[in-house]
């Protein structure tokens, strides 16, 4: 980025000494090599979500899957963009999320392969019509309503309440996206989703009492518990 207005420049000192995100006051975020779009409305991508990609083109491409509260798009953009035959379905209650979304995948090329759908509530996290794919994604908000406190200023006061934490204990969107899944997924179909990294061994027991055959957990960079695998019946 090229400043040649000094009041900008100095605009964006002032909100990042007040703690806003570099992403944010730039509008942008690099993320697996590519850089995307970022607004007030979309989480700001963390590194660690990288692990849930590297979980995902680990057995290589799928036919179709299903990303579960897209956000910026950096789950379906990326696969996408790795993956040029694929196609994908992207989900969130957010209008302004899913505009993010369409700019970013326009911006990589695969817009014409992902079919976005706006939820009616955070409480739905499938839309009505899905055909069966082979790949259930979902980065959702897991953090509990007593941890929303402890959160980072960066955190708490920039990005969207919403894609944080859906309250309670943080586990209301594993309990049902392990619950529906079976509705959507072909038989050897596999669900991936990121977690918080002391929520390993809970998530684990949802998608086992789900009836999932097999359930790993996956650790990030720094070797905390990152992401859950779970496979077919």
Same mark, same amino acid.
């Given at each position: 980025? #090229?400043?040649?207005? =000094? ?6 000192? !002032?909100?990042?000494? @007040?703690?806003?995100?570099?992403? @944010? ?21 963390? =590194? %660690? ?16 899957? #299903? ?8 789950? +379906? *953009?990326?696969?996408?963009? %790795? ?21 970013? +995948?326009?911006?990589?090329? *695969?817009? /014409?392969?992902?079919?976005? *759908? ?22 959702? =908000? ?6 929303? !406190? ?15 934490? =859906?309250?309670? /204990?943080?586990? /209301? ?7 529906? !899944? ?27 009492? !789900? ?15 990152? *992401?859950? #695998?779970? %496979?077919?019946?």
């Amino acid at each position: 980025m #090229v400043l040649s207005d =000094p009041n900008l420049f100095d605009e964006m000192i !002032a909100r990042r000494v @007040k703690g806003e995100p570099v992403a @944010k006051i730039i509008g942008e975020r690099l993320f697996w090599g590519r850089s995307f779009t970022i607004t007030r409305d979309t989480l700001d991508p963390r =590194p %660690e979500t990288e692990t849930l990609i590297a979980a995902a083109l680990e057995t290589g491409p799928v036919e179709r899957f #299903v990303d579960l509260g897209t956000g910026s798009g950096i789950i +379906a *953009v990326t696969l996408l963009a %790795e993956w040029p035959e694929t196609h994908a379905v992207a989900t969130d209650v957010s209008p302004e999320a899913i505009a993010v979304a369409q700019e970013n +995948a326009s911006r990589h090329g *695969v817009l /014409d392969r992902l079919r976005f *759908v706006q939820l009616s509530s955070q409480d739905c996290w499938f839309p009505e019509s899905l055909a069966p794919c082979d790949l259930i994604l979902s980065n959702p =908000p897991y953090i509990s309503e007593d941890e929303m !406190a402890e959160l980072s200023r960066e955190v708490l006061e920039h990005d969207p309440h919403i894609a944080l934490s =859906p309250g309670g /204990d943080g586990m /209301d969107p594993y309990r049902k996206i392990a619950s529906s !899944a079976w509705s959507y997924l072909r038989p050897d179909g596999r669900v991936l989703v990121e977690i918080g990294w002391q929520q390993g061994d809970a998530v684990t027991e949802i998608f086992q009492k !789900a009836g999932f055959r097999t359930v790993s957990c996956l650790p990030d960079m720094d070797g905390r518990d990152r *992401v859950i #695998v779970a %496979e077919g019946a």
